[in-house]
Nanobody, 123 residues
Framework: QVQLVESGGGSVQAGGSLRLSCAASGYSYNYMGWFRQAPGKERDGVAA???????SYADSVKGRFTISKDNAKNILYLQMNSLKPEYTAMYYC???????????????????WGPGTQVTVSS
């Protein structure tokens, strides 16, 4: 049984940093990603880790966020620096056995999701 559990969210002031973690159990997936959803908005891809440890980032977070994975512990991370108030959202971890190249930041491509962790950035 696949289970994804996020942690590390919280409240921080603009310019601050947070590190999100996603503990995966039941399977080790090659394709994993972080998504966020603000109230009334769609779930958008933030960062993804694919085959051969390649990464993909949304333009809005390039240079600020870093996705990584500890394969031994099966934990996915998202280091978030220089946070902005517009980054306030629920952040979700997602995983799937396979996601086509170029589609890693599309929520519909992932079948397994965690319950999410709230990130609030105040100005």
């Amino acid at each position: 049984q696949v289970q994804l559990v996020e942690s590390g969210g919280g409240s921080v002031q603009a310019g601050g940093s947070l590190r999100l973690s996603c503990a995966a159990s039941g399977y080790s997936y090659n394709y994993m990603g972080w998504f966020r959803q603000a109230p009334g908005k769609e779930r958008d891809g933030v960062a993804a880790l694919g085959s051969l440890r390649r990464t993909s980032y949304a333009d809005s977070v390039k240079g600020r966020f870093t996705i990584s994975k500890d394969n031994a512990k099966n934990i996915l991370y998202l280091q978030m620096n220089s946070l902005k108030p517009e980054y306030t959202a629920m952040y979700y971890c997602a995983a799937d056995p396979f996601v086509s190249t170029g589609r890693w930041l599309l929520a519909d491509e992932y079948n397994y999701w965690g319950p999410g962790t709230q990130v609030t950035v105040s100005s």
